[in-house]
Each structure stands twice: as structure tokens, then as C-alpha cells.
């Protein structure tokens, strides 16, 4: 394959280092969300696609296992620089995958390289402890690999939510079957691809294409699949997790959020309408951790809130702001503009489809702001997955908290404040896996990642994700 061309007409597994086309010969087209039209014809896989997939990560696991550390370390480095050679190879699968804008797309190719390069660099450290329990006793404990990890992935980020588990699941000396999600799953081809050129075994990474209900379900009921990580929607989630309950295997569960922003009055306001912003419509609000929970001290209130519609209004459909990238997502959203209406919330922008003739076809709205909303209602409670922010006036610090932990996600928050006592107290208090004071989120691939209640658990990204790719094993002699 020259990986330098464009999307190829067919998209088929890869397998043992190798294409696979689909046992069943069934293909589905993807479609361009900017456009309406199509893209490439994608593999249908089924259970026989998965059995190929797990016997050849099967094979694959004594010998990547025994390979260094080093070794290990130096594979992943090499597809950090092959991910980078591409960069602009792989931003034009990504846009034609999911329409955003090509800033966004090369941006997240980069924190893609980024996971391969830090996970590289960590291969020496310690993975274990010796314990001083009495005398004539060596104690030690080291982490080993579990073998088979099968790895689902959202069609809102997919290259970079694949080398997210990706990266540390292979350090740590495991073999993957990947599936990507359907819709947009020509990245992750391609750096199944790369990855092969870069010195990685036959059969350490296996992408097998598909549908959730089918690919996704045989991955995670396996017999080889010895632990699962899964991005996702909460519904598949709970799905997930009474197969793997059934198996006892472990997971890691990234599922949503409806993250609340904590704006208090004395922060600086200009900083906060502006991460206000870019909290809600970052990849056109289509990631989990979007802040489209608005909450804003009474006293500045309105006004803070006209300010962040200024700012919003100024975003390009097609440019600063992407389509919804799948049919589906589209018209969900417009499902959640007729809730918000018979809720009686006002939209201060927004609450329709772009108007925007050059755009006709694409799956594109405009970047929404609802006030008069209380927190009980289900644009505040329900993840809508699209541009849209709600906002919700609060009186004191007390308060404040009492709704940011009103819902059943927890996955991150923001608080602005000039008051540091306050932005520790609110920080500690709030239900959230991560906390950012004067800023919104970050891609940084060193910072854990997960989330409380309903927004899952286990973590991805840091040091901490290796932990959760490998378990660990006690060993006593007495001598």
C-alpha cells in the first residue's frame, strides 16, 4: 500500500499483519458528514472476522511478551515518527470521516504521535516493589501483562482515542483486537499499517471493522479477550459490562459526560467566556468531555452569558466548527432543539440547523446557548453530544457544588475564580475524575483520564493507564 494515497475504494480488516477481507464478503458505505455523500466501502466483520482476529493475537503475545522493554519502547517510537511522516495523510482520512476542520484534525493527529512517544519513554521505569516483610523472606511484586486486549472506539476522535488504549496496552507487552467504529474508520487502518512498517509484529495489533452490536459484541465475549477498554455511550456500556461481569474480566469504561463549568463572579471573565466556549464547541461539542453545563454566579449572570453568545456567534459552520458526523447524531440533536422548546428554554443563539446554502447536505448546526434552563430538565441532564450549552444561574459556593454533582455523569469540570481557597474547595468537592481551575480540559497525554458515576471508570492517558493494562503479581520465597 502506498500510505500516502488518499482513502481507497475498499476498506478491509487487517489481520495478522496482513488485509482481511470479511468472512461474510458484506461491505457498508461510510458517508462524508460534510457532504451527505459517500466514502469508502468498509468491511462488514462477524464472529469469524473476531476468531481470525483473537487466534492470531494469540500467537503473537508469547513472543511480543518476551520482547525488552526497550524493544518494545523503540517500536513505539517509530510509530510516533511514522504517525507524524503522515500527519497529512492521515488529517484527510479524518476529515473525510468526520468533516472537521483541518487545524482539528492535524491537531489530534499530533496528540495521537504524542501517546506512542510518551509510552515509549516510559518502558524503564519500576514495575514493581520489594516488600521487607521479616527475615528469610523475598518478597516482590511485578506487573505483567494480561494477553488479549480487545479495544471499542468512538467515531468522535478515532485516531486519537485509538492511540490513546493502543499506545499503553502494547508497552505493557499485550496483543489487541481494535475496533473502530464504523463510520469513520480509515485512520485507524491506516495506523494499523504503519504500525506493521514501524516493526510491529504480525498479529500484536488486529483491527477487525463493523458494527457494535456484532464485532463489538464478539470482542468483548471472546474466550481470548482478557480485558476490554471501551469509549462510549453509557447504554453500551452497561451492555458491556454484564457480558465482561459474566466472563470476570476487567474493563475500562470512558462513557460521557454533561460537565459542569463553574464560573464564580470574581473570576476573569474574558478567560472564562472564552474556555466557555471552546468547553461546548470543540469538535462541534462531539466529545464527552464538553462542558455544556453553564454554571454562573447570579450577579453576573446575564451578562457573562451574552458575552460567551458573542463569542459563539463569531464561530464559522465549515471553518472554526465542524458538521455532526453521523446522520444519526444529526438528527438527534435537532430532537433535543423541540425538547428545549417545550421545556420552555430560550435559545440566546442557535437551536436550528445551519442556513448557510454552501453547506446544504452536510450535517451541520449552528453552535446553541439555552438560559431559563433549570437543572432538572433534560437538556441539563442528558448528554445531547452536539454544540449546545446550557446555562444555569447559581447563588453561592454551596450551591454551586449542589449542582455541579446534580447529574449522574462525572467526568470532568472546570472552576474560574480568583479566589485560590475557593477553586480548592470547589475542585475537592465536585463529583468529576478531572478538575481544571481557569482553563478548560487539556490534551495532554501525561494527565489520567477517567470518570466517576456514570461516566465510567478505569483511566486512560498518564502512568496511570498502565497500571490498568497490566495485573499484578506477588511473589514470596522463603529462604
Known sequence: MNTETAAAAVLDHWI????????????????????????????????TDVDAAAAAA???????????????????RRIADAIREHAETFADL???????????????????AAYFEFYAGLVNLPVGDVLDVEPGQHIYT????????????????????????????????NVVILKPAETSSQTT?????????????????????????????????????RKVAFTG???TGRTIGRIAAERIIPLTLELGGKSANVV?????????????????????GQVCSAGTRLLVERPVHDAFVARVAALAGELREGEDIGPLITRTQFAQVQEYFQIAHEEGATAVIGGSVTDDPALAGGFYVKPTIYSDVDNSSRIAQEEIFGPVLVTIPFDDEAD???????????????????????????????????????????GAVQTPFGGHKNSGYGREKGIEAMLHYSHLKTVVAVY
Open 16 to 47: 495478522d499483519g496482513a488485509s482481511a477481507s470479511p468472512a461474510s464478503g458484506t461491505y457498508s458505505s461510510g458517508t462524508n458528514p460534510a457532504t451527505g455523500g459517500p466514502t469508502v466501502r468498509i468491511a462488514g466483520g462477524d464472529p
Open 58 to 76: 494469540t500467537r503473537a503475545f508469547p513472543g511480543w511478551r518476551r520482547f525488552s522493554a526497550p524493544e518494545r519502547g523503540r517500536i513505539l
Open 94 to 112: 479524518e476529515i473525510e470521516d468526520t468533516g472537521k476542520p483541518r487545524r482539528t484534525a492535524l491537531a489530534e493527529v499530533e496528540n495521537s
Open 142 to 173: 511485578r506487573r505483567e501483562p494480561y494477553g488479549v486486549i480487545g479495544i471499542i472506539t468512538p467515531w468522535n476522535v478515532p485516531l486519537n482515542q485509538a492511540a490513546r488504549a493502543v499506545a499503553p496496552a502494547l508497552v505493557t507487552g
Open 189 to 225: 487502518m491506516l495506523l494499523a499499517r504503519l504500525s506493521a512498517e514501524a516493526g510491529l509484529p504480525p498479529g500484536v495489533l488486529n483491527v477487525v471493522l463493523g458494527s457494535g452490536s456484532v464485532v463489538g459484541t464478539a470482542i468483548v465475549s471472546h474466550p481470548a479477550v
Open 233 to 235: 455511550s453509557v447504554q
Open 264 to 284: 464564580f463572579a470574581d473570576a476573569d471573565l474574558d478567560v472564562a467566556a472564552r474556555e466557555a466556549v471552546r468547553a461546548f464547541s470543540a469538535n462541534a
Open 400 to 442: 454551586a457544588i449542589r449542582l455541579a454533582n446534580d447529574s449522574e455523569f462525572g467526568l470532568i469540570a472546570g472552576v474560574f475564580t480568583r479566589d485560590i481557597g475557593r477553586a480548592f474547595r470547589v475542585a475537592d468537592s465536585i463529583e468529576a475524575g478531572q478538575v481544571f481551575i481557569n482553563t478548560w480540559s487539556t
